[in-house]
């Protein structure tokens, strides 16, 4: 069974000072983390990030939704608005 959350990004958000300075962007690493928490239930722990594509830039202020299915490995799809903005696979 699919499963489908929004995370919204506040305009305000701590990496958006420095990364990029007039062309702020939300780190590859904060938008996995926040697919890792969502889809562990909020307990990270020890796993395996299978794949991870960054397909586009999520800005502050971006309401990004997050799609997984659980199986064997948990695959993961995230967008903003119809933008496909970040693919990949996770296993415990």
Same mark, same amino acid.
């Given at each position: 069974?699919?499963?489908?959350?929004?995370?919204?990004?506040?305009?305000?958000?701590?990496?958006?000072?420095?990364?990029?300075?007039?062309? &702020? %962007?939300? +780190? /590859?690493? !904060?938008?996995?983390?926040?697919?890792?928490?969502?889809?562990?239930?909020?307990?990270?722990? $020890?796993?395996?990030?299978?794949?991870?594509?960054?397909?586009? &830039? %999520?800005? +502050? /202020?971006? !309401?990004?939704?997050?799609?997984?299915?659980?199986?064997?490995?948990?695959?993961?799809?995230? $967008?903003?608005?119809?933008?496909?903005?970040?693919?990949?696979?996770?296993?415990?």
């Amino acid at each position: 069974m699919p499963h489908r959350i929004e995370h919204a990004f506040p305009v305000d958000h701590p990496t958006a000072a420095g990364h990029f300075p007039g062309n &702020p %962007v939300i +780190p /590859g690493a !904060v938008l996995l983390d926040v697919v890792l928490r969502v889809v562990f239930g909020g307990e990270l722990g $020890a796993c395996e990030v299978r794949s991870a594509k960054f397909l586009h &830039p %999520v800005r +502050p /202020g971006d !309401v990004m939704s997050i799609r997984w299915n659980e199986g064997d490995s948990i695959r993961f799809d995230c $967008a903003v608005g119809e933008r496909p903005v970040l693919t990949g696979s996770v296993r415990r």
